[in-house]
């Protein structure tokens, strides 16, 4: 079985551009939840879908966004970069819609704001 | 003051040596507790579950969960130079707000060294 696929592994792109970002999760999961991680804050939680709904959310500005697709495919999208930004995306999905699945995770995307 | 925390080391410890990571939380409402390994370049691999109080095995692995002290251990038996990794602690609370979100320790960087 398939794991959680992230595309692209890395990324470069300057100030005030856009970036998006995918995952696949693990066939038969419906829960995405995407996470940032930096050597500084470590691991912080950005938002969780479900059938296509956000059901919650982290303490992130606005220009965090995010969607899922029927097919349990999500994008994550980071609009007006700033240098900060700069960290690895992880996404993790699970199985169910129970508090208390277990989450795996991506490889993650590295992106780098130049 | 984090929700999580967890002594980022580095630890240094010969191969054969027995391995205690530790976390102390502060949110007595966590429920689901977790341990992931983390290789350079790759994302968080889970390692170890447990909901609740008391203890799990799993090979070389020993997790422990102590709610009244709010304090977490991983222990790592006959320690191997593959064990060499960042080794994370979450944890996570069981209503709504909890879907998909986790929150971590810093991670304790391990080195087993032959």
């Known amino acids: 079985k398939a794991g959680v696929t992230q595309t692209p592994r890395y990324l470069i792109k300057t100030r005030g551009q856009q970036v998006t970002l995918s995952c696949s999760p693990i066939?038969?999961?419906?829960?995405v939840s995407w996470y940032q991680q930096t050597p500084g804050q470590g691991l912080q939680f950005l938002f969780e879908?479900?059938?296509?709904?956000?059901?919650n959310k982290g303490n992130f500005p606005g220009r965090f966004s995010g969607r899922q697709f029927s097919n349990s495919r999500s994008e994550m999208n980071v609009s007006t970069l700033e240098l900060g930004d700069s960290a690895l995306y992880l996404c993790?999905?699970?199985?169910?819609?129970?508090?208390?699945?277990?989450?795996?995770f991506g490889s993650g995307t590295q992106l780098s704001v130049l | 003051q984090k929700e999580v925390e967890q002594d980022p080391g580095p630890l240094s410890v010969p191969e054969g040596a027995i391995v205690s990571l530790n976390c102390t939380y502060s949110?007595?409402?966590?429920?689901?507790f977790m341990w992931y390994r983390q290789y350079s370049r790759k994302g968080p691999e889970l390692l170890m579950y447990?909901?609740?109080?008391g203890n799990k095995e799993d090979g070389r692995f020993t997790a422990q969960v102590d709610k009244s002290s709010k304090y977490i251990s991983l222990f790592i038996r006959d320690s191997q130079p593959s064990d060499s990794a960042t080794y994370l602690c979450?944890?996570?609370?069981?209503?709504?707000?909890?879907?998909?979100?986790?929150?971590f320790g810093q991670g304790t960087i391990l080195t087993v060294h032959p």
């Open positions: 993790a999905s699970s199985l169910a819609d129970r508090a208390g699945e277990k989450l795996f």
């Open positions: 066939s038969g999961h419906r829960s």
């Open positions: 879908y479900f059938s296509e709904t956000q059901r």
């Open positions: 949110n007595s409402a966590f429920q689901y």
């Open positions: 447990t909901y609740s109080s």
């Open positions: 979450a944890m996570r609370g069981a209503g709504g707000t909890s879907y998909g979100k986790l929150t």
